[in-house]
């Protein structure tokens, strides 16, 4: 057993800052151990693992406090290495001192991996982490864990991303008990389909009017879902709204109105996401604000990528793409969610990710 007096500093120090890494890169460091007195442990090891995990409580009867537990976890990496060791395996004395062990985990480049997220709710995550532990013959009797961001690459340059979506075209109907069916016809363009943070998305919307009721004005809105999966069901849907906009002008009825020039800058947020058992997908929201009727909707889906627009025009493999975000003009930033928020989690992280300065 190790007194906690023994130990002054058992900590795990990565070798960027901020710790960002994509698939391809090697996540190093080094252990750091400082005793004020001597122990005696078997070994020293650290660990790379990644996985995502969401935990669900729900109420099933209010009476007497029952909850159903659903939970889900998937592990993409679980790396080891030992740093020190008794060659026969028994404990052996660590006299005082500092002490310090380099490791080395090189990321996989053929195995596709989700990017690291903290999703607010429902203990939902996708986590990478270093973890080191003093351990005896049998047990850890230590530990201390560093967090880090992954990033799958998405690179924004590629053509399917580039090109111009098709218009989306949404027709809603209000329908009243004493009148007919009146239509709203809301026409939705882009310039593309992915951005990266940082990056405005570009929009145009035309808003037919044909009901006799008066709109206040367009809204747009980032709508963020996520989905929490038990196999090929959907066993949570959460919705979460950014960087809302609005158009000046109201519109009467019978009139057709063209929000032209309309942008949105994108905050910093989790790239698109998916796994086996959470996904994450945006799309932009367009909101009809009627002054005395439902308020109408049309959405066009949305990809946020990790490699921003106009680094090189044409597109190279994985390593070169992370080449060009090393040279072009963004910085790492914490996600702007509000992670703490998430109240059964132990070790808060906020992730990083990267922000195009345009």
């Known amino acids: 057993m190790i007194n906690n007096t023994s130990i002054k500093q058992f900590e795990i ?188 998305i570009k929009f145009e919307v035309v808003c037919d009017n044909m009901t006799s009721s008066r709109i206040k004005y367009i809204a747009a809105k980032l709508a963020r879902t996520t989905d929490l999966h038990v196999g090929e069901r959907t066993f949570l849907h959460v919705r979460h709204y950014y960087s809302e906009v609005r158009s000046t002008e109201e519109i009467t009825g019978g009139q057709s109105f063209t929000w032209h020039e309309a942008s949105m800058k994108i905050p910093s947020l989790p790239p698109s996401i998916k796994s086996n058992f959470i996904t994450v997908s945006y799309e932009l929201l367009i909101i009809a604000k009627f002054v005395h009727s439902p308020n109408q909707l049309a959405s066009a889906p949305i990809t946020i990528g990790s490699i921003p627009l106009n680094l090189q025009p044409d597109p190279s493999p994985p390593a070169s793409d992370v080449n060009r975000l090393q040279s072009a003009n963004v910085v790492f930033e914490g996600c702007v969610d509000d992670c703490e928020r998430n109240i059964n989690s132990k070790n808060k992280f906020k992730p990083f990710y990267p922000v195009a300065r345009i």
Request: with cysteine; net charge neutral; hydrophobic share 35%.
């Open 13 to 200: 120090s990565l070798g960027t800052n901020p710790a960002v890494y994509f698939p391809g890169q090697a996540v190093n460091g080094k252990v750091i151990l400082d005793l004020e007195r001597q122990i005696n442990i078997a070994s020293i090891q650290v660990q790379c693992l990644g996985f995502s995990s969401w935990n669900v409580h729900r109420r099933t009867s209010a009476r007497h406090h029952h909850c159903d537990i659903n939970s889900r976890k998937e592990t993409f990496i679980d790396d080891s290495e030992t740093l020190w060791e008794n060659v026969e395996g028994n404990l052996q004395e660590m006299p005082v001192g500092q002490y310090e062990f380099n490791f080395n985990f090189p990321l996989p480049i053929d195995k596709k991996l989700p990017s690291s997220a903290e999703l607010m709710w429902y203990d939902s995550r996708i986590r990478y982490c270093i973890i080191a532990t003093l351990n005896d013959k049998k047990k850890k009797l230590y530990r201390t864990v560093k967090v880090f961001t992954f990033l799958e690459i998405i690179d924004v340059n590629r053509p399917q991303f580039k090109a111009p979506p098709p218009l989306i075209e949404v027709e809603n109907t209000s329908c009243c008990l004493c009148y007919q069916s009146l239509p709203t016809l809301l026409t939705i363009s882009t310039d593309r389909s992915a951005y990266c943070p940082g990056e405005s």
